[in-house]
């Protein structure tokens, strides 16, 4: 018996992990969006799943916090979602948007849409070049809120919430934010 080498090296791990990709691809949901980089998922309703993924990136490029992940950023889209269902217009302006965004770093980088654009640098190039429109202070006016007001973010930026209720800051540690 003649004894051949796979000159390809497939393994059992490989199809094992090619195929529950597979599986789970097909098992989503339509509409469901899943975010590769922070293990993140959400469901778009009104919004196209791709205008959503790209106003994820968006908003991380706009307001760019390492210690945040994407759930966060996608929790605030989700709020612009539930927005759009009940206003045409506001769906209009997100979808043109992000059609105008991924048309502007195509003819920059060689046809890529905004979010394969590797570079954050070059992302955040694109949004400047968009910041007068309505579409760009929509989401910059609205993520202040739909991020900074999240109170599951708070402890990460080192803000122990409202202070009336406990007496206020200036006998419970005024001074005490160490990051400034």
Avoid at 11 to 35: E, F, Q, S, Y
Avoid at 103 to 120: I, L, Q, S
Avoid at 142 to 158: H, K, R
């Amino acid at each position: 018996m003649k004894h051949t080498t796979n000159p390809r090296r497939l393994h059992r791990r490989d199809v094992l992990k090619a195929g529950g990709g597979l599986i789970a691809m097909t098992a989503l949901p339509a509409g469901m969006i899943v975010g590769a980089q922070n293990a993140w998922s959400a469901t778009a309703k009104s919004l196209k799943p791709e205008t959503f993924a790209t106003l994820v990136q968006a908003c991380r490029d706009i307001y760019p916090h390492d210690m945040l992940s994407d759930a966060y950023y996608a929790k605030a889209v989700q709020k612009f979602d539930e927005e759009a269902s009940g206003d045409a217009d506001l769906k209009s302006m997100l979808e043109k948007g992000v059609s105008a965004l991924d048309r502007a770093a195509g003819k920059a980088h060689d046809g890529f849409d905004y979010r394969a654009v590797g570079w954050e640098q070059d992302r955040v190039a694109l949004l400047r070049s968009m910041e007068s429109g309505d579409f760009f202070q929509k989401l910059r006016g609205d993520l202040v809120t739909g991020i900074y007001n999240n109170q599951e973010v708070w402890p990460m930026f080192g803000y122990e919430g409202e202070s009336a209720s406990k007496g206020g800051y200036i006998r419970r540690g005024f001074n005490d934010i160490n990051w400034l």
